[in-house]
Nanobody
């Protein structure tokens, strides 16, 4: 599966951005977003199964970010509201062939190239 992420940019604190990730080829059942802040390890942000019946969010974004998908265009979105400077990171989309009880990066087999989100205070 090839993934193309876009939508990053510079935004002020409390602003909003929507990231998009277009999928091309292959099959998958779960889509997710991860992020890597400068000097930190990559961390989980959100995931959903493609049916849309299951969603998980990290505690740090719960209530502010929403993951969704467009079945027709095979695109997954991450709507980010009330952004904080600590949300500054490169955001990656990824897909997995299954829904695992524990979230591990290794279960996500295809990754997009990342899109930079910078939140100014």
């Amino acid at each position: 599966v090839q993934l193309q992420a876009c939508g990053g940019g510079l935004v002020r604190a409390w602003g909003s951005l929507r990231l998009s990730c277009a999928a091309n080829g292959g099959t998958f059942s779960t889509v997710g977003w991860f992020r890597q802040a400068p000097g930190k390890e990559r961390e989980f942000v959100a995931r959903m199964n493609w049916r849309g019946s299951k969603r998980n969010y990290s505690d740090s974004v719960k209530g502010r970010f929403t993951i969704s998908r467009d079945n027709v265009n095979l695109t997954v979105y991450l709507q980010m509201n009330s952004l904080k400077p600590e949300d500054t990171a490169v955001y990656y989309c990824a897909v997995s062939n299954d829904w695992y009880s524990r979230i591990k990066e290794a279960d996500f087999t295809s990754w997009g190239q990342g899109t930079l989100v910078t939140v100014s205070s």
